[in-house]
């Protein structure tokens, strides 16, 4: 098929999907040819093709044959996504369709923002459904299990490259404003086709996108518009609690603000939210529990492996106070007899990741207990995942795994497909495999494997892993010594 035909295929999709207009044909036919390094063009007849992700191979394999572009992963990613910007309507023209859908409701602008920003090839889905997800039945609810594949692995070539690439500052982290239609460089995404919302939170200027990578439905990322480092205080629930009356159908929650317990991201302030059910939002209330002065909120705690404080109510601001009185009782609370400490060699160990949603009228807000205390035992943190389960995920517990979805490494997929195997065929576990050797030896002792079931087993004992990750991850653990524990920093809330 001619390379014309791949051109002019990409020019209709960007028509029929709205990012483009009948009269804007000729232009973004010059633009792509361009980008393609090519100065002759002739239309051509043959059927046109409608899936983006035929479109793209070909042009980029085009691309490297012709020397226009590097045939290795990141050069390839950029050169696509330089193609897509070049078809995504400018930043002024998406702000005010989002706008105007707005005020229908927050859900059609959420609706139409999100199938844009898929659109755009800016979310890239057919990597996306390639993603592993399954669920798990704990004692704690379902829970969500996932091996994202969607950021692919960088390859040699990739890897030498990004390391002989100039250093840059600009911008200066993935989440800033500067990213919106930056061209991206070896060790930096491109960003051309990405369009940023405007919005105000708490009186002061934020941003919403949603995440390249979406670990579940209509995965948001909010953002300070200026690039100040992570902080859990006051303001920290307010912007919160400011967002879902923005957007009620929307869940938001912040990651922790200290390493081991947080995010990947602490430099830059942000969010993540979204338009998904997981597992926490949905666990009972185990104990109901009172606040001085607070008898107008609904507080208990949760029913989860981790250490959950749930607060409800009509008034944003009533919640607002109490997570702040919570909070700072939490940063300077030790219980030795709990292995808690709110500080060693004055390092702080408490914090708090919060999660916000709508309940009707109602208010929630959900206060994860949190502590990064590391000890000889446990050098990469007391309450982060033990080492006998490294084998399956050794990464923090961020907000999003916090809630009840597992984001596993990408080389599972392949390694438990791969055990299966072994399994089957009473072959050694060597190599990558041998890491695995304890925890199959455990499940053997417990089930019997064939050929029909040794994936289910395997992918079912991987969901029974991460359940007990978060138990490892609970400052409080889920028994009689623990809810006494956790009710004695109540009392010293209401002290």
Known sequence: MKIETYIDSLVSYAMNKGLAMPEDHMVLTNRILEIMGMDAYE?????????????????LDYACQTGVCEDNIVSRDLFDTKLMGALTPMPREVIAIFNTLYEQSPEAATDWYYQFSCDTDYIRRYRIAKDMRWKYDSNYGQIDITINLSKPEKDPKAIAAAKNAPQSSYPKCQLCTENEGYAGRMNHPARQNHRIIPITVADSPWCLQYSPYVYYNEHCIVFNSQHI???????????????????????????????????????????????????METAPVEKAIAFNGYEDITAGIVKWPMSVIRLRGADPDRLVDLADKILIAWRGYTDEAALILAETDGEPHNTITPIARRRGEDYELDLVLRNNLTTEEHPLGVYHPHADKHNIKKENIGLIEVMGLAVLPSRLKKELYDLADAIVANAPLTGELEKHITWVDGIKSRRAFTKDNALDILLEETGKVFAAVLEDAGVYKCNDEGRAAFLRFVDFVNA
């Open 43 to 59: 239309p051509c007849d043959e059927p046109q093709i409608e899936d983006l992700e035929e479109i793209l191979k070909n042009l």
């Open 229 to 279: 480092p992570m902080k859990i205080d006051r303001s920290a629930f307010k912007k919160l609690l400011d967002f879902v009356t923005l957007f009620p159908h929307y869940f938001v929650g912040s990651n922790a603000d200290l390493p081991i317990v947080g995010g990947s991201i602490l430099s830059h302030e942000h969010f993540q939210g979204g338009h998904y059910t997981f597992a």
